[in-house]
């Protein structure tokens, strides 16, 4: 069977659909295919899986703006008329699309070529992407329960949030390896997506101080974000710098929470799978999006986060070392992020694309 997969933008829409893909290629008559947008991250990422790739044009509706909303409804129509022009070439047996603006034109053309859908919502609440395909798809397939109030009724299955293996492997003594930090000293996981987090890096980069001497710390800045951070660590004394591993991206980041006995992190989709995967809790900072602020709202609702916004943000060091003090409080959340996760989501979405292939 041939599959293509769909997604991209950013990385929390190109993560399910790798590992989905790990599970598709467990049977070795499958065949595989990535249509993706032309800059987005999914493509060095699909590259890496050699998994063929195809670009489709697509932007984004986000905002008001007339031209904004012109260009990404202009790049609509253009993107499914190129991969429809794709489909004909690859004839997939059906479509994994994984939301975000890289999916719509994606996900549309395929419902004009008839060909089986798939779609999936990695955040509590869709975006436009996936409200779009929806009306597409034979079946969406959601991280959590919560989302099912926002789904179509006879669509929708919570299949849980597809992690790749290395969330399922990854042991704390390799963790601490990999990032070269000593397990005797308890550690903070700092990430912001994988376009980084600007207010989060000012805020921790003027706590560094204050948080070294009580521990260590893992910061994945973003790449944008990683050479004024740079410059700053740099000014720190060479035994705190050992203390500060600061990485513009790692693809280790299931070995980053396996080593982590907390996490600050944005809310986007990936939070729902991959925290609940490693059972570490966290502080999870929305950003200015409502999916992000629906997904730290669920996980502090089940008792696995603390939600931090607007102007608590300040307070976010003392936080961090309250949380790190209190390690009855915070294996309750451990406990609970435990309980949000469904390991199996990956096979299981994979079950459902070879059920509507056929």
Partial sequence: MKFALAGGGTGGHAYPALAVAERLRERVDTELVYYGTAEGPERALAEEQEIDYRVV??????GRSP??????????YRGSKVAREWFRQDRPDAVFATGGYGAAPIGRAARQQKIPLVVFL??????????LLQRYANTVACSVDGSLPYLSS???????YPVRRQFLEATREEGLRRFGLASEVQTLL?????????????????ALPQLLPRMQIIHISGRDEF?????ERAQLPDWQQDRYQLHAYT????????AADLAVMRAGGSTLGELPAMGLPAIVIPGAFSDQSANAEYLEQQGAA????????DGLAEQVVDLLDDDERREAMAEAMRGVARPDAAGRIASLLREVAQ
């Fill in 67 to 76: 031209v904004r909303m012109t260009r990404g409804a202009w790049n609509l």
């Fill in 154 to 160: 006879g669509k929708a299955e919570v299949t849980g």
């Fill in 251 to 258: 693809d280790d980041m299931g070995y980053a929470m396996a």
């Fill in 227 to 231: 050479t004024w951070l740079d410059r």
């Fill in 190 to 206: 700092i990430a912001g997506g994988s376009l980084g987090a600007h207010q989060i890096n000012l805020v921790i980069n003027d």
């Fill in 122 to 131: 990695p955040d509590v609440k869709p975006g436009w992407a996936v409200r």
């Fill in 306 to 313: 603390l939600t931090l916004t607007g102007d608590a943000i």
């Fill in 57 to 62: 044009p697509a932007a984004q509706f986000r």
